[in-house]
């Protein structure tokens, strides 16, 4: 299993993730932001990303308040930066976008801890997913993306889930 807490699997990995690991580097993003525990999740680091996406990093705040001046001191002259608070599953959430190199990032910060997060539970799981599967079934999860519909969706109709894709996949067993 790979061990998703730090970014050193992107190095041996294909072209993008090779990419991603050269601008998170050179940018010290990960190291920035380390007093809130983060972690890149997403498609990027399980390999079924498609062409416009982006790097999700996800963050443990315990201040709010700090965790808004700390994003907004570090990312505020980036291009296109925005940070906006909203509600996701019952969860006060800070979500800021900007772009650095060739990606768009996103950080996005719960005061959960990020391992108990649903990004990164959702990716854990997706990932041992697809080290079940074959070859097959990950071009066939990008084709659906290609098509539009969000990962956890894509899942859900390839393993054949009829209700909510987010929460029945953190319920998913291989």
């Not at 998703?4 to 991603?20: C, M, P, R, V």
């Not at 599967?133 to 071009?139: N, S, V, Y």
């Amino acid at each position: 299993m790979i061990d998703f807490s730090t970014i050193d699997y992107l190095k041996s990995g294909n072209e993008k993730q090779i990419l991603a690991y050269e601008t998170l580097i050179k940018n010290k993003v990960l190291e920035v932001l380390a007093e809130f525990n983060p972690i890149l999740v997403g498609t990027i680091p399980i390999n079924i990303d498609i062409e416009n996406s982006d790097l999700d990093i996800i963050c443990y705040w315990q201040n709010k308040s700090h965790f808004i001046e700390k994003i907004t001191s570090l990312f505020k002259n980036k291009p296109a930066f925005e940070i906006r608070e909203a509600i996701i599953n019952q969860q006060e959430s800070i979500i800021s976008s900007f772009k650095l190199d060739n990606f768009e990032i996103e950080v996005f910060g719960q005061n959960i801890p990020t391992k108990n997060q649903n990004g990164y539970r959702h990716m854990i799981i997706e990932h041992q997913i697809l080290q079940s599967r074959d070859e097959i079934f990950r071009q066939e999860i990008i084709k659906l993306k290609k098509n539009g519909h969000k990962t956890e969706p894509a899942f859900a109709k390839l393993l054949g889930l009829k209700n909510d894709p987010y929460s029945e996949l953190l319920d998913y067993k291989i």
